[in-house]
């Protein structure tokens, strides 16, 4: 069984897309095949703009998530993510501090009850705004660690925080946790991270965690789907402009071994987003 629900096209203009997608992939028979193999989000051509249209629906249409994970990774490495992160920082007080500040408390209830976790590790940690929030709170712990694909973004927050004890890393998380995570960890991701991992991996992820570096914490600040359905539907979606994924969070997090202490949903804007707090003992 796939790992991502299939959505194929239902209206005559998405129709319409697809046939033309179709014919200029096979006159373009080549580039197309570039690619699907290494996806470039911010393509000009357009030609290649047409194709990568093509691609992103019917991936999509035939579940093929994978696609997406090479699409969303070349996304953030490259310049696409530097750009954000320069630009976003409003968001870490406009929705973080205003909208979720209660997971915050949430965590530090559960944290209480596990006096072993001394470490944070913050997957897709961006300009480091929430890991030098945390440590601020939390003098005491031994190590804060953030890690990001954007190996620019990297740079400048060693910069920024050269004197702070901050840790970053440029890397695969997946990859430094598997090799380097320790037991004793509250991890953290924020506004958006997982939402770029299929299913798949995810799953690996939260059961590595869980059977490998207990106890640990998992603070989740993640988008959904608007119209993912929770109670019913287990399969992973995707959804927005980005072609994001929206995972059934708390399943997820409780088939791998996590005991969810926490959850809820809000909504800012135009966008649902689930807040949990899981613990791994």
């Known amino acids: 069984m796939t790992s991502l629900q299939n959505f194929p096209a239902t209206t005559w203009r998405d129709k319409l897309k697809y ?141 920024t ?21 320790q037991p004793g960890t509250v991890f953290v991701t924020n506004c958006g991270v997982l939402e770029y991992f299929p299913q798949g991996d995810l799953e690996k992820l939260l059961a590595h965690i869980c059977r490998q570096l207990s106890p640990a914490l998992f603070l989740a600040i993640e988008p959904l789907a608007v119209d993912h359905d929770l109670d019913h539907s287990l399969l992973s979606q995707t959804f927005g402009d980005e072609l994001s994924f929206s995972h059934n969070y708390p399943h997820l997090f409780t088939k791998s071994g996590f005991h969810v202490a926490y959850q809820r949903e809000s909504f800012f804007e135009r966008y649902r987003t689930v807040i949990l707090v899981a613990t791994a003992v």
Do not use: M
């Open 19 to 159: 046939a033309a997608g179709y014919g200029l992939s096979r006159l373009h028979s080549r580039r197309t095949r570039q690619l699907y193999r290494r996806p470039e989000p911010q393509v000009t051509g357009l030609v290649d703009r047409a194709l990568l249209a093509f691609l992103k629906q019917r991936c999509r249409k035939e579940g093929r998530s994978r696609f997406f994970a090479r699409y969303h990774r070349s996304f953030w490495s490259g310049r696409g993510g530097a750009v954000y992160a320069e630009n976003c920082d409003y968001r870490f007080q406009d929705i973080f501090l205003s909208q979720h500040r209660d997971a915050v408390t949430e965590l530090e209830a559960a944290w209480a009850k596990l006096p072993q976790i001394k470490r944070v590790v913050e997957i897709g940690t961006g300009s480091g705004k929430l890991l030098a929030f945390l440590q601020e709170r939390h003098p005491e712990l031994e190590a804060l660690v953030g890690l990001d694909i954007n190996a620019a973004q990297i740079e400048r927050n060693r910069a």
């Open 161 to 181: 925080y050269a004197q702070s004890g901050l840790e970053f890393h440029a890397c695969d998380a997946q990859d430094w946790i598997r090799r380097k995570g």
